[in-house]
């Protein structure tokens, strides 16, 4: 079980739940083609009105868990653990949404609230038993299975993914910049994520915490990456940010592999992507759906800020999630290749897709597997659509 899905049934209440399914995978095969053609233009449909549910209907669904996602998250943005905070990430992001797709203040003073936290708990790197670095950065130790409270940069990134979205989100909302007590919110969250998240681990060796082994690693730094480059004020971190985003994107430095080199043509399906998460590789069944997600939640942002992802990515991502991953019903596949069976999580990147089309939008309305995240970033897609 890997760690995305053990925490499902710890962090959210299942609105509307379905019953995980054991998963399987096909033997390892490498005949996906390795030349990323363009993909063929799927048949045009005619054209018609799709009605899709309002900002305000999500925004019902997403209250429904309200208290329950205090009460069970704010323990967790107290803690010193970071797999605490690996497991917050998730509320992070739908307050987050929510406030992007609402702009009501109680959204941002929540997620607010959280991060907050997490920054206040930091301790300084010499002052943690187990850490391995004892160096004059702040962090956190890790409690979880065969870490023994070493610092984790995987951990640490996969929450400030979000940590650092909010930043974005408050500069991009007009009325939080101007208001004193936001801005000096800001301000320091700013400095912290700067110093004591992406400076840190950068300096303590970037090819090792930052340009990871597997494509979803990585692309939790480079969402840090592309949201600090937006907000930062210093020119010199600018360019080291957009520089990091961009060798994820395009070429690692350890083995030249990026995101876009990934890509391949589908071995099932010709106007979807189909792609491995080991770097260099091409072979079956690919990358799992579940860490699948994280790549997806670093696209979509990439994209909607212009750098260097496209609408046509976007559709072939698309077609990945409605033809290949979830053909139908309660069918949900564990790898991007179409092999195996899973429970169709969706809500930390897949279901971000849907701002892009209605119909895929539309398509997402009927998923069984709907938590507040999930929720929330309907709420979002819905908003996008409608703008």
Wanted: charged share 25%.
């Amino acid at each position: 079980m890997t760690p995305d899905h053990a925490k499902i049934g710890r962090r959210a209440v299942l609105l509307l739940a379905l019953a995980s399914l054991t998963a399987a995978s096909a033997p390892p095969r490498n005949d996906v083609p390795t030349i990323m053609e363009p993909l063929p233009a799927a048949p045009a449909a005619p054209p018609r009105a799709v009605k899709l549910r309002p900002v305000s209907h999500w925004a019902s669904v997403f209250l429904q868990s309200w208290d329950y996602q205090y009460e069970n998250s704010r323990p967790m943005s107290l803690s010193a653990d970071s797999w605490d905070h690996y497991d917050l990430s998730y509320s992070v992001d739908s307050c987050i949404a929510m406030f992007r797709a609402t702009g009501e203040k109680r959204y941002l003073d929540r997620a607010l609230e959280f991060v907050e936290n997490v920054a206040g708990s930091a301790r300084p790197s010499s002052s943690l038993r187990g850490s391995r670095f004892k160096d004059g950065y702040r962090g956190w130790a890790s409690s979880s299975s065969g870490q023994r409270g070493d610092e984790v940069p995987l951990y640490e990134s996969y929450f400030w993914r979000y940590g650092t979205a909010l930043l974005v989100a408050m500069r991009d909302n007009a009325a939080t910049p101007d208001n004193p007590e936001y801005r000096a919110r800001y301000d320091r969250l700013l400095d912290f994520a700067e110093t004591h998240v992406f400076q840190k681990w950068y300096s303590r060796g970037a090819g090792e915490t930052i340009y990871r082994e597997r494509t979803h690693m990585a692309a939790h730094w480079a969402l840090i990456a592309l949201n600090l480059s937006r907000i930062t004020a210093d020119p010199a971190r600018r360019r080291r940010y957009l520089e990091v985003a961009g060798n994820i994107d395009l070429h690692l430095p350890s083995n030249g592999a990026g995101l876009r080199s990934q890509l391949r043509r589908h071995p099932a399906e010709p106007t979807a992507y189909f792609w491995s998460d080991v770097w260099g590789s091409a072979r079956r069944p690919g990358q799992d759906v579940s860490h699948g997600n994280g790549v997806m939640a670093y696209v979509v942002e990439a994209r909607d800020h212009g750098r260097g992802w496209t609408g046509a990515d976007m559709a072939a991502f698309s077609a990945l999630l409605t033809k290949v991953i979830w053909p139908g019903g309660r069918t949900y596949r564990s790898f991007v290749d179409g092999t195996g069976a899973d429970n169709g999580w969706f809500s930390d990147g897949f279901v971000k897709l849907g701002r892009y089309d209605a119909a895929v939008q539309q398509r997402l309305e009927r998923h069984q597997v709907v938590n507040d995240q999930f929720a929330a970033n309907m709420a979002l897609n819905a908003r996008i659509l409608r703008s």
